[in-house]
T-cell receptor, first 114, second 112 residues
Framework: AQSVTQLGSHVSVSEGALVLLRCNYS??????LFWYVQYPNQGLQLLLK??????LVKGINDFEAEFKKSETSFHLTKPSAHMSDAAEYFC????????????FGQGTTLQVKP | KAGVTQTPRYLIKTRGQQVTLSCSPI?????VSWYQQTPGQGLQFLFE???????NKGNFPGRFSGRQFSNSRSEMNVSTLELGDSALYLC???????????FGSGTQLSVL
């Protein structure tokens, strides 16, 4: 069975500061891992994904995440926060490739202060 | 290429009624998945349809059902609505499995 834990339901950073959103997963099989972003009143947009290739994954808008098997983590980072990054971020896991079923974390709301 | 389209965008129902939500996937996508999003429970998987057959099912009561048509469009039905069914219902389509999952903007259901 898979599960995801996102540490911190709310994270606040200043504009220009480093963004770090934490995600730990549990999976009995090699996982597929994802970060999605959700803006108010919108659906989910894929930021990046890990599918057993490179452990450092680069996504859109300068976000990146590193898969660390020993720590069962997949933390999301961005070097410099922008006001437009304020949104809710979800980490998700799947143990299968041929499925539309994802297990999501509870989400982290990112606030960016001017 | 048009994205995943969900209709209606907003819906208000009363307890005991039933509701049908619609999802049109991206052209060429054969898999459609449904998710429920609430502030308390977060994002939870409802079910997935692939080529008109249910391929995966989440842990929801039988009041939640779905189907998929030959053109891959999908509908989700909730019967005997309860207050707790108030949620954003998201649909996602995929043509190449979990790596290429695209979400619609959702249907916001309010049960009064």
């Amino acid at each position: 069975a898979q599960s995801v834990t996102q540490l911190g339901s709310h994270v606040s950073v200043s504009e220009g500061a480093l963004v770090l959103l934490r995600c730990n997963y549990s999976s009995s099989v090699p996982p597929y891992l994802f970060w999605y972003v959700q803006y108010p009143n919108q659906g989910l947009q894929l930021l990046l994904k890990y599918t057993s290739a490179a452990t450092l994954v680069k996504g859109i808008n300068d976000f990146e995440a590193e898969f660390k098997k020993s720590e069962t983590s997949f933390h999301l980072t961005k070097p410099s926060a922008h006001m437009s990054d304020a949104a809710e971020y979800f980490c998700a896991v799947s143990g299968q490739s041929n499925t539309g079923k994802l297990i999501f974390g509870q989400g982290t709301t990112l606030q960016v202060k001017p | 290429k048009a994205g995943v389209t969900q209709t209606p965008r907003y819906l208000i129902k009363t307890r005991g009624q039933q509701v049908t939500l619609s999802c049109s996937p991206i052209s060429g996508h054969r898999s459609v998945s449904w998710y429920q999003q609430t502030p308390g429970q977060g994002l939870q998987f409802l079910f997935e349809y692939f080529s008109e057959t249910q391929r995966n099912k989440g842990n929801f009561p039988g009041r939640f059902s779905g189907r998929q048509f030959s053109n891959s469009r999908s509908e989700m039905n909730v019967s005997t609505l309860e207050l707790g069914d108030s949620a954003l219902y998201l649909c996602a389509s995929s043509g190449q499995g979990i790596e290429k999952l695209f979400f619609g903007s959702g249907t916001q259901l309010s049960v009064l």
